[in-house]
């Protein structure tokens, strides 16, 4: 008879009790944040905008969106600590404007989580969030990232002057950054090509990229990354975008992936005065692109080529990755951990560990984030406590996994201190295999704020 239901059942409490005494370890009184900061667009707070509530913010602020009544305009984040963050994952806080985060000093820490970042079309093909410049640290986490779509344009003799339809944003775009930038669980969608009607021979607008990374360090857990398709032409087919496109920059780029997919976008159809397919095809986009000079990491991930179109002649899916530079795959399977971005104190928090029957996994925290490189651990180390050795701790007993490769531990918040009205604290779940070997798997960082927010 199998060990492993008799070890959970004597496991779960000891379990529990190791999760809150961690918890309420690593969040120590003394640690006082400067406050938070509530935005609801329907009046009901002391800001109406995300940008106005940013402006006043200082150093270690939170700043929590209310759902609202309406959509938020985009926001600027100019080397700031901040963790800005939605308040309720059941009612998303739309954002309906781009997301910048720039000049970030090395010490300095923003996070993003649960915003929902859709762009309205535009005939310039606006991203969804961009980093740029960020010698800290940023992580995102449960976002909706989708560049705007292409503008459709009805006759190519109007006013605006478009040629062809405009392309579709990219999701993210991050630039020249030699800090380090995470995403977890995430989607992450480039925009579509805009169309282009009327008699002349143009084409629709190329789809948008899911991702743009040149002279950064990037790392994706748990996200779902895809391209925008290409818009129609009224002859010519278009191309689909890139799932994700990996460039060398200015600083080094390195980019990992954990339980990732990359999916280019389709091509668009070649039409004649609408005969379908008469025109050329547009090709499909490649899923992954690395390009020379870049270092990429791969764990349990799927690259998909988008597809190509009818056409004459038809439009060439793209590959699932192209290699320029080098991409180390990880043989082995991927542990995830999924936490809430936000809770209050004196509630449960759900911590759902997945992850293959019986691994053993085990969970570090820490009150500041980290970005280790550690290929013998198969990724990037995204917490570690200030002054101990890489090695990570080894606490007793382990969570370990049932027949269904998953379980929730609903743990207790910790009560914040006297006069303290939040705490951040970044967690990493990994597996410490029976031979010592370590794989490192996905992270959160949780803000608790006093439940009078």
């Known amino acids: 008879m199998s060990l492993l239901p008799v070890l959970l059942r004597r496991a779960a409490a000891a ?5 809150s005494v961690l918890i309420a370890v690593t969040l120590p009184a003394s640690a006082l944040h400067a406050g938070v900061l509530v935005v609801d667009s329907g009046g009901g707070a002391a800001f109406t905008t995300i940008q106005a509530a940013v402006n006043a913010a200082v150093d270690g602020d939170v700043i929590l969106v209310k ?4 959509n938020y305009a985009g926001f ?8 800005i963050v939605g308040d309720r994952p059941t009612f998303p806080v739309r954002v309906r404007g781009r997301v910048v985060v720039q000049n970030l000093a090395a010490t300095r820490t923003v996070v993003l989580g649960w915003l929902d970042v859709d762009l309205p079309p535009n005939p310039t093909p606006l991203e969804a969030l961009v980093a740029s410049g960020i010698a800290g640290q940023l992580r995102v986490q449960r976002c909706l ?7 459709h344009v009805e006759d ?18 991050v630039l020249a950054s030699s800090g380090g930038i995470a995403f977890v669980g995430c989607t992450i969608d480039g925009g579509a090509g805009g169309g282009v009607g009327g008699t002349g021979a143009t084409l629709g607008g190329l789809g948008g990229d899911g991702v743009r990374c040149e002279g950064a360090r990037v790392v994706f857990h748990d996200d779902v990354v895809r391209a925008g398709r290409a818009g129609d032409g009224s002859y010519s087919g278009n ?55 870049v270092s990429s990491w791969q764990l349990a991930c799927t690259n998909v080529a988008g597809l190509g179109q009818c056409g004459s002649p038809p439009g060439q899916a793209g590959q699932p990755s192209v290699v320029l530079g080098s991409l180390a795959t990880f043989q082995v399977t991927s542990v995830k951990l999924t936490a809430p971005p936000l809770v209050r104190a004196g509630t449960t928090m ?14 570090e925290s820490s009150r500041r984030t980290s970005f280790d490189g550690l290929p013998s651990w198969r990724g990037f180390r995204l917490a570690r406590p200030v002054g101990l050795n890489l090695a990570p701790r080894v606490p007793v007993p382990p969570v ?6 998953t379980v929730t531990l609903q743990v207790d918040a910790p009560e914040l201190g006297p006069g303290e009205l939040e705490r951040t604290v970044y967690y990493q779940v990994y597996r410490a295999a029976p031979n010592g070997s370590i794989t490192l798997g996905s992270f959160a960082a949780v803000t608790v704020v006093d439940p009078s927010y």
């Open 15 to 19: 379990r529990s009790r190791w999760l």
């Open 67 to 70: 759902t609202g009544t309406s």
């Open 76 to 83: 600027t984040v100019q080397d700031k600590e901040l963790v």
């Open 145 to 151: 990232l989708k560049g705007a779509r292409g503008m």
């Open 156 to 173: 190519p003799s109007d006013p605006a002057g478009y040629g062809m339809g405009s392309t579709g944003g990219t999701g993210v775009t």
């Open 239 to 293: 191309d689909g975008g890139i799932g994700a496109r990996i460039l060398s920059g200015v600083f080094a780029t390195q980019t990992a992936g954990s339980n990732t997919s990359f999916t280019g976008g389709n091509g668009s159809m070649g039409e004649d005065l609408g005969s379908f397919c008469l025109g050329p095809g547009g090709d499909g986009g490649h899923g992954l692109w690395i390009g020379s000079g």
């Open 350 to 363: 759900p911590f759902t560990f997945t992850g293959t029957p019986g691994d053993a996994l085990y969970l």
């Open 400 to 405: 370990i996994l049932p027949a269904s490769g």
